[in-house]
């Protein structure tokens, strides 16, 4: 999850998905989130209430996973968006275009208003994406870096919708990016701090939204996802400086990748599934 949220295109939630944990991830997350709001208002007996209720044992594996990949792979693949921007867009379409599939086989009852909600929502982000260029904010404050993580954290929990590719959009991006891999912690912890609060906010409403509409609410994380291709391949414009042009050794290149992207879904899927299975087994009486 955290070395997809370094891509822009590509989410930690999509991650999530495949493997079949998301929902748990936001049920842990909100009830985090409400623990911090009774603490505030010096609400003890409902904060430890709160708590007891956060999979810790499954949260604190994940959020320790996810901050090492961002921290060690953070300069790796900022040079391989340099170096190879076409081969990484293939690789993340074929992960991508993986998932979408994964994530419509977790509807519940698939009803044909489910694939307009779809359609409609990847058609609204696809065309979203191509109304802006990449810009970098110059010389921005603190409050720039605490609201570009509030914003970021949203996206980092939908399928489809990287917090890369939001920070992308609003020029924030390389100058995270930049604070990671030099270990600015002032900056670094300023962002941190706008996620909680964002995450903390937004893992409310989305958590309630899930509850009550699973159906509607998956199929349009599904368009978000199949939206979303539009800054990997072949409009690249998300991870590498546009006009770019693919010769026909570039194309074979970036197909191949492309279905590697697609194959490792799959394979990581059918993982959690079989992992699940075991789980869920009755062990024998001993």
């Known amino acids: 999850m955290g070395t997809a949220d370094l891509v822009p295109g590509v989410s ?7 493997l079949g944990i998301y929902e748990r991830l936001v049920s842990s997350i909100r009830e985090g989130s409400s623990a911090l709001g ?11 209430d709160h708590l007891r209720r956060v999979e810790w044992a499954f949260l604190l594996p994940l959020l320790a996973g996810i901050l090492t990949a961002v921290v060690a792979l953070a300069s790796l693949l900022d040079q391989q968006l340099e170096e190879q921007p076409t081969i990484l867009a293939g690789l993340f379409f074929g992960l991508v275009v993986g998932s979408v599939i994964i994530a419509w086989r977790l509807l519940r009852e698939p009803m044909p ?19 802006g260029e990449e810009a970098i904010v110059q010389d921005p ?15 980092m929990i939908l399928p489809g919708i990287s917090g890369s590719l939001i920070l992308l959009l609003i020029g924030m991006y390389p100058l995270v990016l930049d604070a990671v891999d030099e270990r600015d912690l002032l900056v670094v912890g300023i962002f941190a701090s706008g996620t ?3 995450l903390g906010f937004f893992s409310q409403v989305l958590h309630w939204a899930l509850r009550r509409h699973h159906d509607v609410i998956l199929a349009g ?15 690249p414009e998300g991870v590498a400086s546009s006009g770019l042009e693919l010769s026909g050794d570039d194309w074979i290149a970036v197909l191949v990748a492309a279905a590697i992207g697609f194959a490792v ?4 899927s059918r993982l959690a ?14």
């Open 12 to 18: 930690g939630g999509t991650i999530a998905l495949v």
């Open 38 to 48: 009774s603490l505030l208002k010096g609400n003890l007996t409902l904060f430890k």
């Open 113 to 131: 208003s489910h694939y307009f909600v779809a359609g409609a929502v990847g058609l609204l982000l696809f065309v979203v994406l191509g109304l």
């Open 141 to 155: 404050n603190l409050l720039a870096f605490f609201g570009a993580g509030a914003l970021a954290i949203c996206a």
């Open 196 to 198: 909680i609060v964002g």
């Open 221 to 235: 994380l599904v368009g978000l996802m199949a939206g979303s291709l539009r800054v990997l391949w072949p409009w």
């Open 265 to 268: 879904v799959f394979a990581v």
């Open 273 to 286: 599934e079989t992992k699940d299975d075991e789980i869920s087994e009755p062990q024998p009486a001993g």
